[in-house]
């Protein structure tokens, strides 16, 4: 799996506590992405970076914030779960566009959250 | 509004038929195209890109075109096997400089032996 690791694989908590979800990559790719996957909704992007320090908005980022101190460690916070949040979250990289042709995204093993 | 849908939530053939699946958008102008396979309890892993300058792309038994006029892209898998079972998602990047995907919500391809 391209090097990637999610912690934890699975996590129950309940509505109300903050939760952290964590991405690990061994490749050194500059671009990291959570993604949540829905039924009927696919994957939706939530947060991205670009580099250390460097993040923005996707598409469902409410109620989600990001850091990203390290280039191999990428966090997504959920500062007060809620059931809507609900989900099966996938952390994905992407390598500088000097180093290939393909832009493809490698994708993590995903994290199923389930908020009570 | 901007929108990717993909044919159906479900495609079913017969093994050595050629499997179509269809990804069309509205409101978007993508720079590239992508084809991902996602099988049960795993992440997407990459299949293959198609640039908008190019009509068509072909990789062993796949093959993806893209039609940048009609808003389309077709993802082909000829002489399907039932190990090819599994949901095939289409992304659009729309920019290139932030390298973000929008992806559809999938076809899931079942090949019957």
């Known amino acids: 799996d391209a090097g990637i690791t999610q912690s934890p694989r699975h996590k129950v908590t309940e509505t109300g506590t903050p939760v952290t979800l964590r991405c690990h990559q061994t490749?050194?790719?500059?671009?990291m992405y959570w993604y949540r996957q829905d039924p009927g909704h696919g994957l939706r992007l939530i947060h991205y970076s670009y580099g250390v320090k460097d993040t923005d908005k996707g598409e469902v980022s409410d109620g989600y914030s990001v850091s990203r101190s390290k280039t191999e460690d990428f966090l997504l916070t959920l500062e007060s779960a809620t059931s809507s949040q609900t989900s099966v979250y996938f952390c994905a990289i992407s390598e500088s566009m000097a180093s290939g042709d393909h832009n493809e995204q490698f994708f993590g093993p995903g994290t199923r959250l389930t908020v009570l | 509004s901007q929108k990717i849908e993909q044919n159906s939530e479900a495609l079913n053939i017969q093994e050595g038929k050629t499997a179509t699946l269809t990804c069309n958008y509205t409101?978007?102008?993508?720079?590239?195209l992508q084809w991902y396979r996602q099988d049960p309890g795993r992440g997407p892993v990459f299949l293959l890109l198609?640039?908008?300058?190019?009509k068509e792309k072909r990789k062993e038994r796949l093959k993806v075109t893209f039609d940048t006029t009609l808003k389309q892209s077709l993802f082909h898998i000829t002489a399907s096997q039932p190990a090819d079972s599994a949901t095939y998602l289409c992304a659009l990047c729309t920019d290139t400089g932030r390298r973000a995907l929008t992806f559809g919500s999938g076809t899931r391809l079942q090949v019957q032996p």
């Open positions: 198609i640039r908008e300058n190019e």
């Open positions: 409101n978007y102008s993508p720079a590239y």
């Open positions: 490749e050194n790719h500059r671009y």
